[in-house]
């Protein structure tokens, strides 16, 4: 029996230690095994033997010599992109993004759509299915085994089960999502929170590659949060942490989806945003967007109110202004609550940053406490609007860099790779 438990430890030991080399090449590349031994604290022969399975598996590969001081060039390794596809998936309130990557993150293939005009649930589900098969079909073509898929909803998430609780912006409840699509790819499946994938996202390949206490803002139909404590995500006791666009700001404020009133979401999202423009107009003030979108106002949108305020209109200007001091507060009461180094805002309201981030910073300096708010950054997403699908491709890739032997033992079975295995059909 000790020899059994001496073996389980040794592949726990190597399973451990293939994942922290393939962690520091995700980091910082590309490395020499000499380089890789320093920084890891292994010995030398250790990671001369890790290296060797991991290029024998194709999650690494050598990229020429480079000089390494006294002796001959060292032979330098990198993550090799083309380990296998990555699938990301995004249902928004009005949208469906795909993208399909390779193993570093480069996008090869995207479709997005509108899907304001699908009826219901099961159209929407439906046309998102056919999106991931057509990203799977070209993931095959490349040749390598598709990873995973990753997929981020605007609302709360049972991690465990991949159930999507409750969608306020899509009014959907209890919806499995991860069986749903389990009947179209058996490799494993993550789906998500829309904001908490975006700061993954964000954390891996965005503006917070270095920062372990910052919070993602997902700023669009709706407004949510990632947050990222201590390098690890909060989640809470049932993973819907992060609501915080439901925070109450306003006594008797504005109806919200979620069936209260006053939320922060009422005063900050893209329907607020082209609120206040349209009733700016309709009280008859004249402005630049007017002449966009031909006088019929319910064709305002984020991208032209930007637009009309880019060329100078002080009616789209106010309200970008009014919504970015709203936008500060909340962010002064997370600041005050949390103490992050970072705060990143991405979706839709994030091509507005150059209006929003004056007002911003003016209220985050008058309302959260100078101790913490001296040394806050905020930054807009690195991704903007693909925040959330490459967050989608970040949990996958993060995955399989914590457990790299499951997905070598599948990928050696074929089980994700080939098309024989997945049912097609509807
Ligand atoms: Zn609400």
Not at 31 to 55: I, P, W
Not at 370 to 394: K, L, M, N, W, Y
Not at 395 to 413: G, K, W, Y
Request: aromatic share 6%.
């Amino acid at each position: 029996m000790q020899r059994h438990y001496r073996t389980g430890d040794q592949a726990l030991v190597r399973e451990i230690n293939l994942s922290i080399v393939l962690n520091h090449l995700s980091d910082t590349s590309p490395l020499s095994r000499a380089r890789l031994a320093e920084m890891t604290g292994l010995n030398k022969t250790t990671v001369s033997s890790l290296v060797q399975e991991l290029l024998e598996r194709r999650f690494l590969r050598e990229i020429g010599r480079e000089p390494s001081g006294a002796g001959r060039p060292a032979i330098m390794l990198e993550l090799n992109p083309h380990a296998g596809c990555i699938i990301g998936t995004e249902i928004g309130v009005d949208f469906i993004a795909v993208i399909l990557t390779d193993f570093r993150a480069q996008i090869l293939w995207r479709r997005q759509e509108d899907s304001a005009h699908l009826q219901g649930q099961e159209a929407v589900l439906a046309r998102a299915m056919e999106l991931i098969r057509e990203a799977l079909a070209v993931g095959w073509s490349t040749g390598t085994p598709v990873l995973g898929l990753g997929l981020g909803v605007p609302g709360l998430v049972d991690g465990a089960s991949g159930t999507l609780i409750f969608a306020p912006n899509l009014q959907w409840h209890n919806v499995p999502i991860k069986e749903i699509l389990s009947r179209q790819f058996p490799g494993p499946i993550f789906v998500e929170n829309d904001a908490n994938a975006a700061a993954w996202g964000e954390h891996y390949f965005g503006a917070a590659q270095r920062a372990k206490n910052f919070i993602y803002l997902h700023v669009g139909v709706g407004l949510g949060a990632g947050i990222v404590i201590d390098g690890g995500l909060y989640r809470g006791r049932s993973g819907y942490a992060g609501e915080i666009g439901h925070m109450t700001l306003v006594l008797d404020g504005e109806p919200c989806h979620c069936g209260n009133r006053g939320c922060w979401e009422t005063l900050v999202s893209q329907e607020a945003v082209i609120k206040r423009v349209r009733r700016a107009i309709e009280n008859g003030a004249s402005s630049r967007v007017s002449d966009l979108v031909e006088h019929r106002l319910e064709r305002v949108s984020v991208p032209l109110i930007v637009q009309a305020a880019e060329e100078g209109d002080s009616i789209t200007r106010q309200a970008l202004q009014e919504t970015g001091l709203y936008l500060g507060i909340g962010i002064a009461n997370l600041i005050n609550a949390f103490n992050p180094e970072l705060v990143v805002f991405g979706g839709v309201l994030s091509l507005a940053s150059p209006f929003l981030l004056p007002a911003i910073q003016q209220a985050i300096g008058s309302r959260s406490l100078a101790e913490s708010s001296q040394t806050i950054r905020v930054e807009v997403s690195t991704h903007g609007r693909d925040a959330c699908v490459i967050g989608c491709i970040a949990l996958v890739l993060h995955d399989i860099l914590s457990q790299p032997t499951r997905t070598l033992r599948a990928d050696a079975e074929g089980r994700w790779s080939s098309p024989q295995t997945i049912t097609l059909a509807q």
